[in-house]
């Protein structure tokens, strides 16, 4: 196996990640379901969570909770955790905010559908009419 | 939903689980989880008493005026307990350099400050997942 | 140890712009609408009052940091306060404070409900707070938080009309604008992996000794940070959209997203490129003259696709696309006379565009007519606001003695001195083109002679005072811009790293 | 854990993300795509899990269910299928 091989295989968890994010990204930009694109975001971010964490991680290291009385313990990095918490946050926000606005959108236009949603707005323009 | 089953069920395992959120809180400073996580599940388990017995009754145990106020409690909270430090001459959010009694490390009442933020974002978390279930469900306005 | 008033002002300002927003929805409920509308006025002066002080002081005794928490600089969050802060502090509070006032007046009317309307002032205070934030922060990481506060903050803000058009084009705005922060998330990841640390001082420290084993990292790294902020800024090929989302919104949210959101985003791009992975690097990157060109088709595409609107709201829009291309004209011309003028041109295009929007909203709203070949006669119905109207479209253009031209001088002068003659070109023909697009706005509103007199009801005193807050700003800034254009150069000084003064 | 055990199940749950990745796209019905997004949380949580992550396995787990509880909640309202 050449060098850059095995390179790619100790460091797999960023290869996932990177693969997860082009799924997210493509998810998000090919559906014109409204709701896949959500879940396509969710995807997109965890795959950046993933990357971070990874990035922390240390083989054989144990979970940074101070042990006062094992002092040789190896702990992985914390910083990427206590930032990806904040990032989980802000992932439910952003899920919420859209959800919430997918409900809107049901409401006015009766479809969750982008393609859709957009042939109802020309041929409502074209008629000159406003949307309620 | 009329569910027999689902309902005793659901009446035996939520207050279980409103005790898992409240120690996940009350614990963020010692063990994994914290105020986020607890937020979530305590809020989860009011939102599984509106699904299995409907958004009224939900209303009932709590109203939405309520929890408004709390949301908005738990956001100034964290700002209240902020400027401890900054009331003491120290920094923002500074905690023993307030001169906050940290208590003894493992112990539940130790970390000072941590605990009672803690539990602000807890009750704030919850509710806001609460108040984004009900917007969510809510018929038309 | 005792800290100064002044090291915990800038963590005041923040804390007290996000209180008052989860005081708010409780005020609401207790008092009159009106009492929560004008206390947010007032925090919002308050923070201005903060800003300006906060800037005299640094550049009276130099950049200053803060560690809050008490933990200091590697482990903990670090607020770094230098010129940047002081000068985009001022720029929020100036630019805040009268939209503010101005949507105070109907607030509730404007967007359908009382409840809304709560939500509506919390959610434009949040968005001021995570700007701030973005102004003072000294933390990659806290860069995103603030990034994703403003981001959803600004969302819901031009969902707050609720109806089909605008909740539309926050979906789409929304779903850009998410992809944008993955970007970014990548990026700040890719420099954490790379420096193992999220300080910008601290990266800049690393990197300066180590960029060179890996420049390819380091220019993938920040091509995401370039597509993220790019995104969210509405940088040409990735502006679609910028369009939608500034003219279905109400009036006083499209001010503050064309004004200040976008250069939040734009205050966080500088701060990641400058100061964490630093000037040397950046200027020796063939990222700048990507920047530039990027810069120059923004500021003839974005105006060219202006002309062809005939909707005013949309027209400002396109119009947005095509100054935000002067800003990273500057950023990538690199220089002191570049950078002066991209923070220039921060301040003099958020007032400018802020009253062009403002009055635009008067107009259309008191004459019920949104689009130009409309507006015949309105002019001599409104005078002031069309006259307000006026001064922002000589400042937008670069007429001398409005801040517009101090802004463009200081590109002007940042092209000639890095020979790029093109950019001057480029300049001058965005001048033209601005003019091309504003000035028939105002030819129709004066000097048509319409069908029948519009009907128009009179415009309140409390958003006239708004916009002449506005026009004083813009013409002192114009007239007298020494102070201002001292405390710009500061901070693109600040950026470059001492060394590269004049 | 022995590290090569850790590694190897590692693996083994970042392929199923993207096999849970991949089968979003090919579900018509809206409702298994939402419970598929709740798999994609646990399953995240167990790679944090093996990362010595457990803080952040516990908060993926309740976000990734909160979400999925919410989601439910809109698909009763816009109906399963996707036409």
Same mark, same amino acid.
């Given at each position: 196996?050449? /060098?850059?091989?095995?390179?790619?295989?100790?460091? %797999?968890? %960023?290869?996932?990640?990177?693969?997860?994010?082009?799924?997210?990204?493509?998810?998000?930009?090919?559906?014109?379901?409204?709701?896949?694109?959500?879940?396509?975001?969710?995807?997109? /971010?965890?795959?950046? %969570?993933?990357?971070?964490?990874?990035?922390?991680?240390?083989?054989?290291?144990?979970?940074?909770? =101070?042990?006062?009385?094992?002092?040789?313990?190896? %702990?992985?990095?914390?910083?990427?955790?206590? =930032?990806? =918490?904040?990032?989980?946050?802000?992932?439910?926000?952003?899920?919420?905010?859209?959800?919430?606005?997918?409900?809107?959108?049901?409401?006015?236009?009766?479809?969750?559908?982008?393609?859709?949603?957009? #042939?109802?707005?020309? /041929?409502?323009?074209?008629?000159?009419? #406003?949307?309620? | 939903?009329?569910?027999?089953?689902?309902?005793?069920?659901?009446?035996?395992?939520?207050?279980?689980?409103?005790?898992?959120?409240? @120690?996940?809180?009350?614990?963020?400073?010692?063990?994994?989880?914290?105020?986020?996580?607890?937020?979530?599940?305590?809020?989860?388990?009011?939102?599984?008493?509106?699904?299995?017995?409907?958004?009224?009754?939900?209303?009932?145990? !709590?109203?939405?005026?309520?929890?408004?106020?709390?949301?908005?409690?738990?956001?100034?909270? @964290?700002?209240?307990?902020?400027?401890?430090?900054?009331?003491?001459?120290?920094?923002?959010?500074?905690?023993?350099?307030?001169?906050?009694?940290?208590?003894?490390?493992?112990?539940?009442?130790?970390?000072?400050?941590?605990?009672? !933020?803690?539990?602000?974002?807890?009750?704030?978390?919850?509710?806001?997942?609460?108040?984004?279930?009900?917007?969510?469900?809510?018929?038309?306005? | 140890? &005792?800290?100064?008033?002044?090291?915990?002002?800038?963590?005041?300002?923040?804390?007290?712009?996000?209180?008052?927003?989860?005081?708010?929805?409780?005020?609401?409920?207790?008092?009159?609408?009106?009492?929560?509308?004008?206390?947010?006025?007032?925090?919002?002066?308050?923070?201005?009052?903060?800003?300006?002080?906060?800037?005299?002081?640094?550049?009276?005794?130099?950049?200053?940091?803060?560690?809050?928490?008490?933990?200091?600089?590697?482990?903990?969050?670090?607020?770094?306060?230098?010129?940047?802060?002081?000068?985009?502090?001022?720029?929020?509070?100036?630019?805040?404070?009268?939209?503010?006032?101005?949507?105070?007046?109907?607030?509730?009317?404007?967007?359908?409900?009382?409840?809304?309307? &709560?939500?509506?002032?919390?959610?434009?205070?949040?968005?001021?707070?995570?700007?701030?934030?973005?102004?003072?922060?000294?933390?990659?990481?806290?860069?995103?938080?603030?990034?994703?506060?403003?981001?959803?903050?600004?969302?819901?803000?031009?969902?707050?009309?609720?109806?089909?058009?605008?909740?539309?084009?926050?979906?789409?705005?929304?779903?850009?604008?998410?992809?944008?922060?993955?970007?970014?998330?990548?990026?700040?990841?890719?420099?954490?992996?790379?420096?193992?640390?999220?300080?910008?001082?601290?990266?800049?420290?690393?990197?300066?000794?180590?960029?060179?084993?890996?420049?390819?990292?380091?220019?993938?790294?920040?091509?995401?940070?370039?597509?993220?902020?790019?995104?969210?800024?509405?940088?040409?090929?990735?502006?679609?959209?910028?369009?939608?989302?500034?003219?279905?919104?109400?009036?006083?949210?499209? &001010?503050?997203?064309?004004?200040?959101?976008?250069?939040?985003?734009?205050?966080?791009?500088?701060?990641?490129?400058?100061?964490?992975?630093?000037?040397?690097?950046?200027?020796?990157?063939?990222?700048?003259?990507?920047?530039?060109?990027?810069?120059?088709?923004?500021?003839?595409?974005?105006?060219?696709? &202006?002309?062809?609107?005939?909707?005013?709201?949309?027209?400002?829009?396109?119009?947005?696309?095509?100054?935000?291309?002067?800003?990273?004209?500057?950023?990538?011309?690199?220089?002191?006379?570049?950078?002066?003028?991209?923070?220039?041109?921060?301040?003099?295009?958020?007032?400018?565009?802020?009253?062009?929007?403002?009055?635009?909203?008067?107009?259309?709203?008191?004459?019920?007519?949104?689009?130009?070949?409309?507006?015949?006669?309105?002019?001599?119905?409104?005078?002031?606001?069309?006259?307000?109207?006026?001064?922002?479209?000589?400042?937008?253009?670069?007429?001398?003695?409005?801040?517009?031209?101090?802004?463009?001088?200081?590109?002007?002068?940042?092209?000639?001195?890095?020979?790029?003659?093109?950019?001057?070109?480029?300049?001058?023909?965005?001048?033209?083109?601005?003019?091309?697009?504003?000035?028939?706005?105002?030819?129709?509103?004066?000097?048509?002679?319409?069908?029948?007199?519009?009907?128009?009801?009179?415009?309140?005193?409390?958003?006239?005072?708004?916009?002449?807050?506005?026009?004083?700003?813009?013409?002192?800034?114009?007239?007298?811009?020494?102070?201002?254009?001292?405390?710009?150069?500061?901070?693109?000084?600040?950026?470059?790293?001492?060394?590269?003064?004049? | 854990?022995?590290?090569?055990?850790?590694?190897? +199940?590692?693996?083994?749950? +970042?392929?199923?993300?993207?096999?849970?990745?991949?089968?979003?796209?090919?579900?018509?019905?809206?409702?298994?795509?939402?419970?598929?997004?709740?798999?994609?949380?646990?399953?995240?949580?167990?790679?944090?899990? +093996?990362?010595?992550?457990?803080?952040?396995?516990?908060?993926?787990?309740?976000?990734?269910?909160?979400?999925?509880?919410?989601?439910?909640?809109?698909?009763?309202?816009?109906?399963?299928?996707?036409?």
């Amino acid at each position: 196996m050449g /060098e850059f091989w095995s390179r790619i295989l100790q460091n %797999y968890p %960023y290869v996932f990640a990177l693969a997860l994010f082009a799924i997210g990204i493509y998810t998000i930009l090919t559906h014109s379901n409204l709701f896949k694109k959500v879940i396509g975001i969710n995807i997109m /971010e965890g795959s950046i %969570y993933i990357l971070f964490i990874a990035a922390g991680n240390v083989r054989g290291g144990v979970a940074p909770i =101070l042990d006062m009385t094992d002092t040789t313990l190896t %702990y992985v990095h914390p910083l990427p955790q206590a =930032l990806m =918490l904040t990032g989980i946050v802000v992932s439910v926000s952003v899920t919420a905010l859209s959800l919430a606005l997918i409900m809107k959108l049901y409401r006015f236009y009766g479809t969750v559908d982008a393609k859709e949603i957009m #042939r109802i707005r020309t /041929e409502v323009r074209a008629n000159g009419a #406003r949307i309620s | 939903m009329t569910d027999f089953v689902l309902k005793r069920m659901v009446a035996l395992v939520l207050p279980f689980v409103q005790m898992l959120g409240l @120690y996940v809180i009350f614990h963020g400073h010692l063990s994994p989880g914290g105020s986020f996580s607890g937020g979530i599940i305590t809020g989860l388990s009011l939102i599984a008493f509106s699904l299995v017995f409907g958004l009224e009754r939900g209303h009932e145990k !709590i109203s939405e005026r309520l929890m408004g106020l709390i949301e908005s409690f738990g956001a100034l909270w @964290y700002g209240a307990m902020g400027l401890v430090g900054v009331l003491r001459g120290t920094t923002f959010l500074m905690n023993k350099g307030a001169g906050v009694p940290l208590g003894e490390p493992g112990r539940l009442f130790s970390g000072g400050l941590i605990l009672l !933020i803690t539990l602000g974002v807890g009750l704030k978390v919850a509710s806001t997942m609460v108040t984004l279930f009900n917007a969510l469900m809510e018929e038309e306005e | 140890m &005792a800290l100064a008033f002044r090291d915990n002002l800038a963590v005041l300002v923040v804390v007290a712009l996000l209180s008052t927003a989860y005081i708010m929805p409780l005020l609401t409920k207790i008092r009159r609408f009106r009492v929560a509308e004008y206390f947010a006025v007032a925090m919002l002066g308050l923070a201005l009052s903060g800003g300006i002080y906060l800037a005299r002081e640094i550049l009276l005794h130099g950049t200053f940091t803060y560690a809050v928490g008490g933990w200091p600089a590697p482990w903990g969050i670090e607020l770094s306060l230098d010129a940047v802060s002081g000068f985009f502090l001022i720029t929020i509070g100036v630019v805040a404070t009268p939209i503010m006032l101005y949507a105070s007046v109907d607030l509730i009317k404007e967007v359908g409900s009382r409840s809304r309307a &709560a939500w509506f002032l919390t959610l434009f205070l949040l968005l001021v707070a995570a700007l701030c934030g973005l102004a003072v922060t000294g933390d990659l990481f806290n860069i995103y938080v603030m990034v994703e506060v403003a981001t959803i903050a600004s969302c819901a803000i031009v969902a707050a009309r609720n109806d089909a058009t605008s909740v539309e084009a926050t979906f789409k705005y929304l779903m850009l604008a998410t992809i944008g922060s993955g970007f970014v998330l990548l990026g700040i990841g890719f420099l954490f992996v790379l420096t193992g640390n999220l300080n910008m001082n601290f990266i800049a420290q690393e990197l300066s000794m180590s960029w060179q084993k890996y420049p390819t990292a380091l220019w993938v790294c920040l091509s995401f940070f370039m597509v993220g902020f790019g995104v969210k800024s509405a940088l040409f090929p990735l502006h679609v959209w910028l369009p939608d989302a500034h003219s279905t919104a109400i009036a006083p949210s499209s &001010a503050m997203l064309s004004s200040l959101a976008i250069k939040g985003y734009i205050i966080a791009l500088l701060k990641v490129f400058y100061v964490a992975v630093g000037a040397k690097i950046i200027t020796r990157l063939p990222i700048t003259d990507i920047l530039t060109l990027l810069g120059m088709v923004a500021i003839i595409a974005g105006a060219l696709f &202006a002309l062809a609107q005939d909707e005013l709201k949309r027209r400002l829009a396109f119009s947005t696309i095509s100054q935000v291309g002067y800003i990273f004209l500057g950023i990538g011309l690199g220089n002191i006379h570049g950078l002066t003028g991209t923070f220039m041109h921060i301040l003099s295009h958020a007032t400018t565009k802020a009253l062009l929007f403002l009055a635009a909203g008067a107009m259309i709203k008191h004459t019920g007519k949104s689009r130009i070949s409309e507006m015949a006669g309105v002019g001599a119905a409104m005078p002031v606001t069309v006259g307000a109207f006026a001064v922002g479209s000589l400042s937008m253009i670069g007429i001398p003695l409005f801040s517009g031209f101090v802004s463009k001088w200081q590109l002007l002068l940042g092209s000639l001195a890095n020979g790029n003659y093109l950019a001057v070109l480029v300049l001058v023909g965005g001048s033209l083109l601005a003019a091309a697009y504003l000035l028939p706005v105002l030819r129709m509103a004066f000097f048509e002679r319409p069908l029948q007199k519009p009907v128009v009801a009179n415009v309140s005193y409390v958003q006239l005072a708004a916009l002449l807050f506005l026009v004083v700003v813009i013409i002192s800034v114009g007239v007298v811009p020494d102070g201002v254009l001292q405390l710009a150069s500061e901070a693109a000084t600040a950026l470059l790293g001492l060394e590269v003064l004049p | 854990m022995n590290p090569q055990v850790t590694d190897l +199940l590692n693996i083994a749950f +970042l392929g199923f993300l993207v096999v849970i990745a991949i089968a979003v796209s090919y579900v018509k019905d809206l409702l298994y795509a939402a419970i598929l997004l709740g798999a994609y949380s646990v399953t995240i949580a167990l790679v944090w899990l +093996l990362m010595s992550a457990p803080d952040l396995a516990i908060t993926e787990a309740a976000a990734g269910i909160g979400m999925t509880t919410l989601m439910i909640a809109v698909i009763s309202k816009i109906g399963r299928k996707v036409e």
